[in-house]
């Protein structure tokens, strides 16, 4: 092996290396595309942006880290009125908004990186759309090793029953209940109504 080679994979070695998602200590409220173009087909939209509304400022108030994500595409294309935030919603100064044109919060984001330096190892997730961009999202967090709570009164999805998918409602329902059984050893998933939250990691029995 040459000297180059050694050196390298010395100075690798040694290089500090981020603490992985299970070792940080902190939790952080994710607000997943609440954005005017997104709510305004939602089931029960003002009700779950109430409760929306309400874990942000509980969060707030134990500051707790708040994270706001934003979708931009061809139906939201940024700077429009559609792409805003909702007004019932405002990010506060020095609240990340993390930009997205995928599914998931963490592809092709600077998501990763907030997280990493913020400490944060425990997602408390909430928005729309509950069949798309926060199902990407809970997977994408579990599968990096982040503890993943799903706020079970605080997403929704649009109908889209008739294109053969089921309709919001149960869209909702089967989300909450199948993230309930999700497993994996040295994190946990967990679904939480609004009122039980109190942004404390759940402990992993794995």
Not at 2 to 10: C, D, L, Y
Not at 95 to 114: C, L, N, P, R
Not at 146 to 160: C, I, M, P, Q
Not at 183 to 206: K, L, N, T, W
Request: glycine share 6%; aromatic share 6%.
């Amino acid at each position: 092996m040459s000297t180059s080679t050694s050196t390298a994979e010395t100075s690798f070695a040694s290089a500090p290396r981020p603490a992985l998602a299970a070792e940080r200590e902190n939790t952080a409220l994710i607000v997943v595309d609440v954005q005017n173009g997104v709510f305004a087909e939602s089931w029960h939209a003002g009700e779950v942006i109430a409760t929306i509304s309400d874990l942000v400022q509980r969060a707030r108030d134990t500051e707790t880290v708040v994270i706001w994500v934003r979708h931009s595409s061809g139906e939201l294309p940024p700077d429009s009125p559609q792409w805003q935030i909702v007004d019932a919603l405002t990010p506060q100064d020095g609240e990340a908004i993390v930009e997205k044109t995928h599914g998931s919060t963490f592809e092709d984001t600077d998501f990763e990186e907030v997280l990493a330096a913020k400490d944060i190892g425990h997602l408390v997730v909430t928005g729309a759309q509950s069949d798309a961009c926060i199902r990407s999202t809970i997977h994408g967090g579990f599968a990096r090793g982040y503890d993943v709570t799903l706020v079970s009164d605080a997403h929704t999805t649009e109908d889209l029953s008739d294109w053969g998918a089921p309709t919001p409602d149960k869209v909702v329902s089967h989300t909450n209940l199948y993230w309930g059984f999700e497993s994996g050893p040295g994190r946990s998933a967990r679904v939480q109504e609004s009122a039980e939250v109190d942004f404390v990691a759940p402990r992993s029995d794995s």
